[in-house]
Antibody
């Protein structure tokens, strides 16, 4: 059973870069046929997709965040990362990493989620 | 970008009730529509994928239907553990979520 665990600073100063890592266990991030994604949830609000990276290494981002986001693999550590630059208080949220199958029969859904980590942007 | 609109944003129901939640896409997404359940303090989890297929372990009182732009999640007989927030999500083009429907007692 794949498990995902987010880690990173819980507090980031405005204008700095938010950096989170998602450690994957029970499966390899290089496995063919999966994508790895970041999703966030502002306090008391709904889910916002940030971006994903395919097993091929190709990454796609939410257009509203695209200029500030980078998602990448660290194959040696079996983890993937999120970098979000120039943060403001509006980036305060719970950040989830997750995995989904690249499989139309499975709806390209998101079938495994991390527990989430709260990141607060404040000076 | 594909926008997903859920209705209602919240509803009150009693155990045993039949509940229906709607989700509309801003353009056709074929059958690339998934539903998630989220309880307070927890991560979301997958309920239904590809419109109508139940994820393993999900009770049969949950069902999904629709195609194109209009989709529905139905809970046939609401159980106490079903009080939660439900999100639809399209996976036709990148990803986006509906705003959520909170099912309250």
């Amino acid at each position: 059973q794949v498990q995902l665990l987010e880690s990173g600073p819980g507090l980031v100063k405005p204008s700095q870069t938010l950096s989170l890592t998602c450690a994957v266990s029970g499966g390899s991030i290089s496995s063919v046929g999966y994508y790895w994604t970041w999703i966030r949830q502002h306090p008391g609000k709904g889910l916002e997709w940030i971006g994903y990276i395919f097993y091929t290494g190709n990454a796609y981002y939410n257009p509203t965040l695209k200029s500030r986001v980078d998602i990448s693999f660290d194959m040696s550590e079996n983890q993937f990362s999120l970098n979000l630059s120039s943060v403001t208080a509006a980036d305060t949220a719970v950040y989830y990493c997750a995995r989904g199958p690249v499989n139309t029969a499975l709806g390209n859904s998101i079938d495994h989620w991390g527990q989430g980590t709260l990141v607060t942007v404040s000076s | 970008d594909i926008q997903m609109t859920q209705s209602p944003s919240s509803l009150s129901a009693s155990p045993g009730d039949k509940v229906t939640i709607s989700c509309r896409a801003s353009q056709s997404i074929s059958r690339f529509l998934n539903w998630y359940q989220q309880k307070p303090g927890e991560a979301p989890h997958l309920l239904i994928y590809a419109v109508s297929s139940l994820q393993s372990g999900v009770p049969s009182r949950f069902s999904g239907s629709g195609s194109g732009t209009d989709f529905t999640l139905t809970i046939s007989s609401l159980q106490p553990e079903d009080f939660a927030t439900y999100y639809c999500q399209q996976s036709y083009s990148t990803r986006s979520f509906g705003g959520g429907t909170k099912v309250e007692i």
